[in-house]
């Protein structure tokens, strides 16, 4: 079952940068609201597996898509398979521009 993060736990975090953030949404969604969470690194999903080997088991991850749906579940699987920390935005980044707004 994946791990959730709130907006708000991921912005604490980021803030003490203690997570690293992968924004893992669909290139056709990436492309049409390129905007995503500061700092966050673009990964494709598709090609989870060619990428995931060269992310760091030093640090927690967090992964985004639009809403923290199918997308980031299938990728919290490849990861957490490699052994990796992985925490999905609860909402995705939908739920993180609501929270931004406040």
């Known amino acids: 079952m994946p ?3 709130s907006p708000l736990e991921l ?3 980021i803030s003490a940068d203690t997570i690293t953030v992968l924004d893992v949404r669909r290139i056709e969604d990436q ?3 390129p905007s995503g969470i500061k700092n966050a690194d ?3 999903p598709e090609d989870v597996n060619l990428w995931a080997d060269g992310l760091s088991k030093e640090k927690p991850v967090a992964i985004y898509c639009v809403r923290g749906g199918s997308v980031s579940s299938s990728v919290y699987t490849a990861l957490t398979a490699r052994g990796l920390k992985v925490r999905i935005l609860e ?3 939908a739920a993180w521009e609501t929270h931004a707004k406040r």
């Open 3 to 5: 791990y959730f993060i």
């Open 11 to 13: 912005e604490q975090q």
């Open 31 to 33: 492309q049409a609201s």
């Open 42 to 44: 673009w990964y494709p």
């Open 91 to 93: 909402g995705g980044l």
